[in-house]
């Protein structure tokens, strides 16, 4: 019976999470009809790829997307790099003054991320990185909580694995491509792709950032492509769709390194 019941409320959660993907990959076949008929729908009358079409087709479509990759990408690998030498000075260097920077450094975490928009753009604007890849991810560059896991996962290896390297002639950076990342892997793993999603979908700052519509991500780009406006609603839905694709190929390829990482594997 309790065996019963928990299959009968994962299969509700999973229908309720679910649901909003589904109904909007159905939206995506609608014709314009179909978003005008005096009763809503779920499914579309016909099935067709001419929303799809109108989407790929869009002169702005694939340069949005381009950028999304381009600055994804990039967040990712200087996020993680930044936060695993971060954490390694944390847990392998003794120095004066470690204990407070790594309680300011949990602090942080208290700071809301909307706070920081004035200083982070002022910032931006006057190192002159308007309008470029790198003044997109710069704010995403550095993550406490991304350093924290790190901090975890790198305190769970005795300091002697460290000590051994050293001796046997490796220097901090080998010892950090060789041995300790390669143990860390899943942690790693979870931050990049984590991170990776995180600059996909963010709004707000390449909003702001941005000017020029050749340098527009495909989150604010989207908004922009016109076909809400000229009742091709189901080309917008679509659109979405193909944003969603990279996200749901992304979490396949790296299914195993999450589940691994969440079910405490990280050390073991």
Known sequence: MTKAIRI?????????????????????????????????????????????ALAAAHSRF???VLNSFITAAMASM????????????ITH???????????????TLFIPSDAMLYE???????????????????????????????IGAY??????????ARIDGAGDLRYIASILTPLTA????????????????????????????????????ITMLGFAEHGETGAQFASIVLITLPFLILLLAGRKALMKALSGGIGS
């Open 155 to 164: 305190l769970s290896y005795d300091r002697d694995i460290y000590d051994a």
């Open 186 to 221: 899943p942690a790693a793993a979870t931050i990049a792709i984590q991170s990776f999603i995180a600059s996909f979908n963010s709004y707000l700052w390449p909003l702001l950032v941005t000017t020029r519509p050749r340098m527009r991500t495909v989150q604010v780009g």
């Open 62 to 64: 694939p340069r949005y």
């Open 8 to 52: 009968i409320l994962t299969a509700l959660l999973a229908a309720a999470v679910l649901f909003p993907l589904l109904y909007t990959l159905s939206l995506s076949f609608f014709s314009p009809g179909d978003f005008t008929a005096e009763t809503a729908k779920l499914l579309p009358s016909s099935f067709s790829l001419h929303n799809y």
């Open 93 to 107: 260097i003794r120095f004066r003054g470690k204990r407070p920077i790594a309680i300011a450094l949990a602090s």
């Open 120 to 150: 982070n753009y002022v910032t931006t604007a006057h190192l002159g990185l308007l309008d470029s890849y790198l003044g997109i991810v710069l704010p995403s560059v550095f993550s406490a909580s991304s350093a924290i896991i790190l």
């Open 78 to 89: 200087l996020r993680l790099a930044v936060s695993t030498l971060t954490a390694f000075a």
